[in-house]
């Protein structure tokens, strides 16, 4: 499945709502309702982009930006717009 092996898993977007689970194929965004009981997933969102990640990850110092690298030495840079992930751009 698409959660197996992941490689890394967390807070994103200077937010406590948006999770981040990384494996070597896969990138999802999960975003949390910490009110609801039990908790729920509101959004379940898998990135555009299939890639081989190496689970290489940090955020920018304003911690808006999730930035991942993947097996060739490439960078994704994502960041949220209008409440949603998405791609901001590669950098090789």
């Known amino acids: ?3 197996d092996k992941i490689l890394s898993a967390l807070f994103v ?4 709502e948006w999770i981040a689970c990384i494996s070597q194929q896969y990138l999802l965004f999960y975003r949390i ?3 609801s009981k039990p908790l729920k997933i509101v959004v379940q969102r898998e990135s555009e982009v299939r890639n081989i990640y190496t689970g ?3 955020c920018d110092n304003s911690g808006e930006q999730l930035i991942v690298g993947d097996k060739v030495g490439s ?7 209008d409440n949603e992930p998405k791609l901001a ?3 090789e």
Do not use: D, M, R
Not at 13 to 16: A, K, P, V
Not at 75 to 81: A, E, T
């Open 13 to 16: 977007f200077n937010t406590n």
């Open 56 to 58: 290489a990850v940090a």
């Open 75 to 81: 960078i994704h840079v994502w960041c949220l717009i």
């Open 33 to 35: 309702n910490w009110n």
């Open 89 to 91: 751009g590669v950098k």
């Open 1 to 3: 499945t698409k959660s």
